[in-house]
């Protein structure tokens, strides 16, 4: 039984204020996502990501396609026992206390409050906030109410978790702790699923990744087999090689850049690479280093988001999660 | 069941920690305060100047009540978006409207009684004494907690369907239209047209009668109010509020949160 099964997902929301129209948020989304897996769902910003996690929460409603939580229906309220949701830029009652607040969400679950108390002072010393447990949510950072979100969202022990941009508004050592905290979930074999935009979160975690754009999925798979087809270039640095070596490795080169004395040559396939190494050693030319270079998932992030007319809007994406991270 | 009593009793803490509750209950019980003064430059009917303005004094405030924080029960929620965490747990959206309604109800009913109290401080200081005849002013009292009660549910159907200023001014308009329905219907009776007089007619029943709950100048010259009055207004109210807690249950289950 799949965590999560999407079957032609689709939504249409009207716009405009005199002259209603629709616009596809997303379409036909079909996904499925493993009990124990680290899925995340990627893309340029309205892509169809949160729109997705609303689905699944029931928070809007799907134009067609179905859906299924746990084996479940997605109107099963008892299936929602077993999940938990940190939404996007999360904002909860000003007029609450961290403590206050815990308690309501842990009563929606129908927690004892022993029990009730017991989760609340774990999860948010494990989230940093037991010090400010009294302060009202008003006077918390935009960091420390993401990770209210985070300990609400787990207040119920939850099978499965959705996560909807969980490492915005955190500074580095948030995000530090965030990140450790997926994979802590994951170790418990839970099923974790979130969205995001910074892709260097994604290859840290996820098992599989979906990149959704324009509200497509375009590609859809296990990280390792992504970034292992993406291994297709092997770089060559030579020292002070001749021109006619130079004129020899043409056929089996794709770019060469000079630095100072130095070249960089790109070697597409891997069978040729050994010949260019023969023929740098025959022209007596210093061999500095040999790499493969492995795609990244940005590579494959622009591979697929990039191809479509929608590609500016992806580049803007990679370069906001760049300037974040470098922020960061 | 438990749900809705969480859901309720965290609309009651939300309601209560409003600073604008404070600064309306101070006024109210401030004019109060203000009638014994005008009660003593009206000779002979002190106690009835006293009580009326009391009275009113607590339907007004209350109203205020209901419209503002009623307006906000629901839409503030969507607004600030915290209902996303809510309605994702195991809640159903017929608990989260039915606790928010009770949880409203309960914040009035705690400040009529605040200012009842008032009230009866005030009547006990300019008599010296209070006697069971003082009793017809919780009778006044019960009759504009159930004018709040329909008050909240109409502006708990119009947050579920609108902005927080368009259900205020509905909200609003209809409890001044349905205080003056009595009288519109007999303005279409005298007019001798059938139209109008069918169109008012639907209007007396199909909006709430709150000209019904008006005790207050009874009450205020000491009548008391018949048994069968005060059953049928009950009854009026349980069914009138039924239906609009199930109007906004109806259309708060269509609504999406985008």
Redesign the interface.
């Known amino acids: 039984m799949l965590a999560v099964e999407t079957l032609d997902l689709t939504k249409d929301y009207d716009v405009g204020f005199f002259r209603k129209r629709l616009r596809r948020a997303l379409d036909g989304l079909n996904l499925g996502v493993e009990k124990g897996e680290v899925f995340g769902l990627l893309g340029p910003n309205g892509a169809g990501k949160t729109t997705t996690l609303k689905i699944l929460l029931r928070l809007v409603f799907p134009t067609s396609g179905t859906a299924r939580i746990l084996g479940r229906e997605l109107d099963d309220v008892a299936m929602h026992a077993r999940v938990g949701y940190l939404p996007e830029n999360p904002y909860f009652y000003d007029h609450l206390t961290a403590q206050e607040f815990m308690n309501y969400a842990g009563e929606m679950f129908g927690l004892r409050r022993a029990e009730r108390q017991g989760r609340i002072d774990r999860l948010l010393e494990r989230l940093g906030l037991a010090e400010s447990r009294h302060l009202p949510l008003c006077k918390f950072s935009k960091g420390m109410v993401q990770r209210v979100g985070i300990a609400q969202a787990l207040i119920n022990d939850p099978e499965l978790i959705f996560l909807d941009e969980p490492m915005s508004g955190l500074d580095p050592l948030g995000r530090r702790e965030v990140r450790d905290l997926i994979l802590e979930l994951k170790g418990e074999g839970k099923t974790i699923f979130f969205s995001t935009h910074i892709l260097s979160d994604a290859e840290m975690l996820c098992d599989r990744v979906g990149i959704l754009n324009r509200g497509r999925l375009e590609g859809c798979g296990e990280l390792r087999e992504i970034l292992r087809l993406g291994v297709a270039v092997t770089e060559v640095v030579l020292d002070s090689p001749c021109a006619a070596l130079l004129r020899e490795l043409r056929p089996y080169t794709r770019s060469v850049v000079w630095t100072g004395q130095r070249v960089r040559l790109e070697v597409s396939a891997e069978s040729d690479v050994a010949r260019v190494l023969a023929l740098a050693i025959r022209h007596a030319a210093g061999i500095v280093s040999l790499n493969p270079v492995k795609m990244s998932l940005e590579d494959y992030f622009l591979g697929q988001v990039g191809a479509t007319p929608n590609a500016s809007q992806s580049r803007e994406a990679v370069t906001v999660s760049e300037a974040e991270q470098g922020k960061k | 069941m438990?749900?809705v009593a969480?859901i309720a009793l965290?609309t009651f803490?939300?309601s209560v920690?409003?600073r604008v509750l404070y600064n309306l209950l101070g006024f109210a019980l401030l004019l109060m305060g203000a009638a014994i003064l005008f009660g003593r430059i009206s000779v002979g009917i002190e106690q009835i100047i006293l009580v009326n303005l009391g009275l009113s004094s607590i339907s007004v405030f209350g109203l205020l009540m209901a419209i503002f924080i009623g307006i906000g029960l629901v839409g503030k929620e969507i607004e600030?978006?915290?209902i996303?965490?809510?309605?994702?747990?195991?809640?159903?959206r017929a608990e989260f409207i039915i606790g928010k309604y009770f949880g409203l109800l309960f914040t009035l009913v705690i400040n009529t009684a605040i200012m009842t109290v008032g009230l009866y401080a005030a009547l006990f200081y300019q008599k010296r004494h209070l006697s069971s005849a003082d009793l017809v002013v919780l009778e006044a009292v019960y009759f504009i907690l159930l004018q709040l009660a329909l008050v909240v549910g109409l502006a708990l159907f119009f947050s579920c369907l609108s902005t927080p200023i368009l259900s205020a001014v509905f909200t609003f308009c209809l409890y001044v239209i349905g205080n003056l329905s009595a009288d519109i219907r007999w303005f279409g009776q005298e007019t001798g047209s059938v139209v109008i007089e069918k169109l008012t007619a639907v209007i007396y029943y199909l909006l709430p009668n709150f000209g019904d709950f008006n005790v207050i100048a009874q009450v205020a010259h000491g009548e008391k109010i018949p048994g069968y009055v005060l059953v049928s207004n009950s009854l009026y109210a349980l069914l009138y509020g039924t239906i609009l807690v199930s109007a906004a249950i109806l259309v708060f289950e269509e609504r999406?949160?985008?």
């Open positions: 438990r749900r969480s965290h803490k939300e920690r409003e600030r978006r915290s996303y965490s809510i309605l994702s747990k195991p809640v159903r999406e949160f985008r």
